[in-house]
């Protein structure tokens, strides 16, 4: 017979034998149960179960209780004097394996752990390891900044489109950084949920909310000693900015859900496709968090600005994406180059080497070779007099995207993938221009 609730259930401790167990530290026998008696909350569903007596034992290992071991006997006999003493040695025994089996677990979660940082670590290795092409003027004076600046501890903002490099360029200013040989952290904010960025970036404890079944560092902590890259910094919600300016101030963060105060020594740089001026403007970013991190503000032109890195840069993207592919890079050609310069990329070289992959799957082994680039067909589809607003372009762009991948937006093969873009970035530009595939009429969900 076993009158207590099923597992996962939780007690008050404070109204029951195993709180006051725990409290002295020490067994609590009730030799009578009493079903009327208001004692402690079990007495009254023991004795109606049949029960006579109950002891509560403290499983305490190394002055640590960890939990209660509760007998109850059957009436008529007394617990003292029928079982007490060998179930005070069971306890023992069950606080010692309990013990040992809860060290297990937490090894095996260590494990877990740091087997997932150690392929970030890796992945991060492998994305870093392509080096930046800065052959025009305006990546040559990019790339000159982001090397005065590594050499100092300074917070760094990179600016620019999306697609174009922000990231990268971050990896960049870290490995010619003194904090090099420390990690590198990059945390996206714009694909985060709003409710779980302060435990991603801070941390959290035990129990600081539902599901919050151990501590978790956070992305601060990871990064000490090295650089924390902030990429979409405009994405963060108000009451992100005040913890995150706190933290860039004190260099202290405090987990969620815990008291303690944590010394941080991380680096920060930002990165943001947002005008920030204007979100400070309108009250949706922090003026205090803006000029903490602007301290050193490098702007990134988009690829349309880079004419003279375009030929070199598709011929290092082709080796790299060959290199991936594990095959030989195929020859580019001169009319190949002019086909994709034509082309504006909107969403820049993230588009681009998107574009260049698939080329190199589905073409020639032995040349590159450019059909028609991406949106070129669209751009055909209308009458060369026709002209449309930004927004009705756009729309048509996003929506023969929809269509070429039937809906689909995650994936390799999905339609922001095709458009060069990150799928929360995409999303967010649907709702944006109200763009749906063809046929469908659903209202959009709203920002």
Known sequence: RLPYPGRGHRFDLRRSISGAALERKAAVVVEHLDPGAQRFDEERRLSLAGYGSLACFPLILDRNAIGTL????????????????????????????????????????????????????????????GGYVAEGPAMRQVMEEA????ATDAAVLIRGETGTGKEGLARAIHEASPRATGPLVVVNLGAIPEGLIESELFGHEKGAFTGATSRKRGQFERAHGGTLVLDEIGDAPLAVQVRLLRALQDHRIRRVGGDEEIGVDVRVIAATHRPLEEMVANG????????????????????????????????????????????????????????????????????????????????????????????????????????????????????????????????????????????????????????????????????
């Open 147 to 150: 090397r005065r600046v590594a």
């Open 70 to 129: 509760e007998i109850a006997h059957i009436p008529g006999e007394g617990m003292i004097d029928h079982c007490y003493h060998h179930a005070e040695r069971v306890a023992r025994l069950v606080a010692i394996a309990l013990h040992n089996s809860l060290m297990v677990e937490e090894v095996h979660r260590l494990n877990r752990l740091l087997a997932r940082e150690n392929a970030d670590l890796k992945q991060q290795v492998v994305r870093g390891a």
């Open 284 to 447: 949706r970013f922090r003026e205090d968090l803006y000029y903490r991190i602007n301290a050193f503000p490098i702007q990134l032109p988009p690829l349309r600005a880079r004419g003279d890195d375009f030929a070199p840069l598709v011929r290092h993207l082709v080796a790299r994406i060959a290199g991936r592919l594990n095959r030989r890079p195929p020859a580019v050609g001169t009319a190949a180059i002019e086909r994709l310069r034509a082309y504006p990329w909107p969403g820049n070289v993230r588009e681009l080497e998107n574009f260049l992959e698939r080329a190199l799957i589905i073409g020639p082994a032995d040349e590159l070779v450019v059909e028609q680039p991406l949106g070129s067909a669209l751009a055909a589809g209308g009458e060369a007099e026709t002209v449309v607003t930004f927004d009705q372009g756009v729309r048509a762009l996003l929506e023969c995207a929809l269509t070429q991948t039937h809906g689909k937006i995650y994936g390799p093969d999905g339609a922001a993938a095709r458009l060069g873009l990150k799928p929360t970035t995409l999303q967010g530009k649907l709702r944006r221009f109200a763009a749906r595939t063809p046929g469908d009429r659903r209202p959009l969900p709203r920002a």
